[in-house]
């Protein structure tokens, strides 16, 4: 496992390499991009679960912490920026065809939650990207819409963008929300008991999942542009490579659920499958063996048999 860098625009984009057991630097081994959700780092599911795995079965593997995110660079911090989001994937793909040992014709993705709406709009356009997977996949442009789920939450949330946006070029502090609350208590106060803000915070806020690059931070002045964002825009004319949509069958509000459904009925490809795993809800899929094993009775045979 070694700690390296690569270029996005200016700026360094953070990852962690992983090799498979008794690595030979004079062959040639298939490599999984593995991406991790809003809000989270390549510590978290992205690369502790699922990136490890991989790599237990053969593949060379990089997580990286999402541009002005974790330990990667980028101004202004805590952004959440699809267009930097989507190109973090082809900076990837850049790094990885300078190591002698990948095969760069056997290169994959993996996205995990939101990381798993970009991994897919990302391979729409970046032909060297040859297999996708999705894992409780979430289309971010979605959910930044829906809001409180009233019909003018969106427009009143840019409003308030707007607002904020003009009140820092005057020279404002800039407005850093959350994701998530910060506690169970926090989210009792609040009145919510949705089972994915639950699960959230269990992951996030508890040493079950968490890590001090993934501060529950959000800048509020970046949001406008999720908006107007679909990560499955022109799936049904771009997205050809094979693909495998997995998905609990526990909904939740962050949709994970619907969008695998989503972008399994939209996406070109041929050769695609989902997977609805019984029981498990959007967070199972994080780290709870029962889920992830199968998950992974799908992704090995997937990536095998693709890469």
């Known amino acids: 496992m070694e700690s390296v860098r690569f270029k996005n625009r200016t700026w360094d984009v953070a990852g962690v390499l992983r090799r498979p057991k008794d690595f030979d630097a004079a062959k040639k081994y298939p490599a999984v991009i593995c991406a991790h959700p809003i809000s989270s780092c390549k510590e978290q599911t992205a690369g502790n679960i699922y990136a490890a795995r991989l790599t237990e079965q053969g593949y060379v593997t990089l997580a990286f912490d999402a541009s002005y995110q974790g ?65 409780v996949g979430a289309n971010y442009g979605r959910l ?10 969106a427009v009143g949330m840019l409003e308030a963008v707007g607002r904020q946006r003009t009140a820092e070029a005057r020279g404002a502090q800039a407005a850093i929300t959350t994701y998530i609350p910060n506690s169970q208590e926090e989210r009792e106060s609040a009145g919510v008991t949705d089972v994915d803000i639950v ?46 949509v997995i998905v609990g069958d526990v ?20 050769k695609k499958d989902i997977l609805v795993i019984e029981g498990a809800s959007h967070y199972d899929l994080y780290d709870q063996p029962f889920a992830v094993d199968q998950a992974f009775e799908k992704i090995t045979p997937f990536f095998k048999e693709n890469l």
């Open 199 to 244: 699960q959230a915070i269990d992951y996030y806020k508890t040493p079950r999942g968490a890590n001090p690059n993934s501060p529950n931070k959000l800048r509020m002045s970046g949001l406008a542009p999720a908006v107007g964002w679909d990560a499955y825009h022109l799936a049904e004319v771009l997205l050809t490579q094979p693909l495998q």
């Open 71 to 135: 330990e990667s660079g980028g101004e202004p911090r805590y952004l959440e920026d699809p267009a930097a989001r989507v190109e973090d994937f082809r900076c990837a793909v850049d790094y990885l065809v300078t190591l002698d040992y990948v095969d760069e014709n056997r290169i994959g993705v993996l996205g995990v939650c939101g990381g798993g709406g970009y991994a897919a709009n990302a391979t729409m356009t970046e032909h060297r990207i040859k297999a996708l997977v999705t894992v």
């Open 144 to 153: 930044a819409r829906e809001g409180d789920l009233t019909a003018g939450a």
């Open 251 to 270: 909904p939740g509000s962050f949709g994970s659920y619907r969008d695998g459904f989503e972008l399994f009925d939209r996406a070109r490809s041929e």
